[in-house]
């Protein structure tokens, strides 16, 4: 039923034409690779042409070349669906509750736990990071960091670098390029490198570069199917959420008002296209269904031009690679922490385990090895990228990492016992979307939730065959019973196997009260989360 698929597009000769002739050269495999990740915040494959989403958002020619001469995959799932939290399993191979990072609330990383950067540095791998870091305590295991601090801004980012706090001017998306190239060019060239560069973008508040404004010509986007969702039929869990267009966009989200720390003179551009347009809106005085097609519109204007940002970046990056002489030698990694709801279900974020925000891009060029154009349908994850890394340098990797090395996946072999199901855990809640905390199991086809606190016991499931929007809740229909026992017992199953049995300690759902709940004061003091086992 897995099959590695493989095809040659036309277009990837054509786009491949710019390369060198790497794929007739295996040697280069054989030298410890570096190693370069791209990481997006909230980038979500809607967004990317390479996935080709019905509803054609975007071209992305830039990401698109990564699939065109390397492996895209196209089921990269993650396990616990939020920024810090996925950033933090990346890092250590390792789910939520094994490396103490739950949620963006009150986690803070512990960096004295094994991060594949560390094993990376100590094997002789020079490794930087540059852009968005996001988890509170600072970077370990690079030999140079120049991070933003928390979300960091879109316009002139203060930053801190290896400690010190410096100001930036530009868009941050370019600034992030810029610093990963001077990185690049100032190297140690005697050994080989990780670097990852990481950036904000597409995350909300979603504010273009000033380039970017106006780009769609003012596009009347296709609007997805489930853009006025009901949630009949569904969980209380589902239809209770606060993250829809109709209800939790702010004037920060629409841009009635600006972003932060924008120059007068980048002001004045941002106005003259802003302005007019949001005049016109406030004089129409939009209600129900047609003031949240303005605001979808809205929306992706400015999230796609955030990702058109990233495009041109990747684009500059790659070139980069290729001027210094190292694309050959080079894997280059593009990916995001997580998906993201583009009007599906009327919502915008992330969280959920549904496909939107469940699947998160994820390409690979290995010059070489992968086959260009190839395209990878097995369940993958981000909790596989530190024993990739690890293979990839030839390191061995250690015994309490939680996820596996793609590497053969890379090569193009499908090892018989390929995972078939992935297990999932959210905490975050009720703050900032009323995302109730669930886990679940996740094959080819099903998907069984159970929505578990703090005023709930639920369960859910999901057909992506007979209902690929994911609208229509199969739990109670007697026609799936056979599988409803079946993925019972494959979620007890995995929950044994990571090691996710007990209940959550009070701050992994965050510091907000839970209603009903009793003040702080009088709760057992939380157990602080920053903590990862193991050590
Ligand atoms: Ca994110």
């Not at 002789?124 to 996001?134: D, E, F, M, R, V």
């Not at 070139?319 to 279900?345: I, K, P, R, W």
């Not at 385990?353 to 891009?361: D, Q, Y």
Request: aromatic share 12%; charged share 25%; hydrophobic share 35%.
């Amino acid at each position: 039923m897995y099959v590695l698929t493989r095809f040659v597009l036309l277009l990837s000769l054509v786009l491949a034409g710019s390369m060198p002739a790497i794929a007739q050269s295996p040697a280069t495999a054989g030298a410890r690779p570096n190693i370069v990740m791209i990481f997006c915040d909230d980038l979500t494959c809607q967004a990317i042409s390479a996935y080709g989403e019905s509803r054609h958002l975007l071209e992305t020619p830039n990401i698109d070349r990564l699939a065109a001469q390397g492996v895209k995959f196209d089921r990269c799932l993650v396990t616990n669906s939020i920024c810090g939290p996925s950033r933090a399993t990346i890092l250590t191979g390792k789910y939520s509750h094994r490396n103490g990072f739950y949620n963006n609330s009150n986690s803070k990383f512990d960096g004295s736990q094994q991060t594949f950067p560390k094993l990376l540095q100590s094997a002789g791998y020079q490794t930087a990071l540059i852009g968005k870091w996001h988890l509170i305590s600072d970077p370990t295991g690079f030999d140079f960091w120049h991070i933003l601090p928390g979300q960091g801004l879109y316009y002139n980012p203060p930053m801190i670098k290896n400690g010190v706090k410096v100001q930036q001017d530009g868009y941050t998306t370019d600034v992030i390029c810029d610093l990963s190239i001077d990185w690049l060019r100032q190297r140690d060239r005697t050994r080989p490198f990780l670097l990852m560069s990481q950036h904000k973008a597409p995350h909300r508040e979603w504010a273009p570069a000033l380039r970017h404004l106006g780009w769609d010509n003012d596009r009347v986007y296709p609007e997805p199917a489930t853009l006025f969702d009901t949630f009949e039929g569904r969980s209380r869990a589902v239809a209770d959420h606060d993250m829809g267009l109709d209800r939790t966009f702010t004037e920060l989200d629409a841009k009635l008002r600006p972003s932060p720390n924008m120059t007068p003179e980048q002001l004045e551009v941002w106005n003259a296209y802003y302005g007019p347009r949001n005049a016109e809106f406030l004089a129409a005085d939009l209600k129900g269904k047609d003031l949240v097609r303005w605001r979808y519109n809205r929306y992706m204007h400015d999230y796609l031009a955030c990702v058109k940002a990233v495009d041109e970046t990747v684009g500059r990056l790659l070139q980069a690679l290729e001027d210094e002489g190292a694309a050959e030698n080079t894997v280059v990694m593009f990916s995001s922490d997580q998906g993201f709801f583009l009007g599906e279900h009327g919502w915008f974020d992330k969280r959920w385990i549904f496909e939107e925000s469940l699947r998160t891009p994820l390409l690979v060029r290995w010059p070489g090895v992968t086959e260009p154009g190839s395209v990878c349908g097995e369940i993958v994850s981000l909790l596989d990228f530190a024993q990739t890394f690890l293979e990839l340098a030839g390191i061995e990797q250690p015994g309490d990492m939680q996820g596996r090395s793609l590497v053969p996946l890379l090569r193009g072999e499908v090892p018989s016992d390929w995972r078939k199901s992935l297990y999932y855990h959210y905490y975050e809640f009720p703050v900032p979307h009323r995302v109730r905390p669930h886990r679940g199991v996740i094959t080819e086809r099903y998907k069984l939730v159970h929505y578990y606190k703090p005023d709930i016991d639920e369960w859910e499931l999901l057909d992506r065959a007979a209902d690929p929007e994911e609208t229509k809740n199969f739990y109670a229909d007697p026609a799936y019973a056979t599988i409803v026992g079946e993925l019972h017992r494959e979620l007890t199953r995995l929950q044994q196997e990571v090691q996710d049995t007990e209940e959550p300690p009070r701050s992994a759902f965050g510091n907000e009260r839970f209603e009903g709940e009793p003040p702080a004061e009088s709760a057992p003091k939380p157990k602080r989360s920053g903590k990862g086992p193991g050590k």
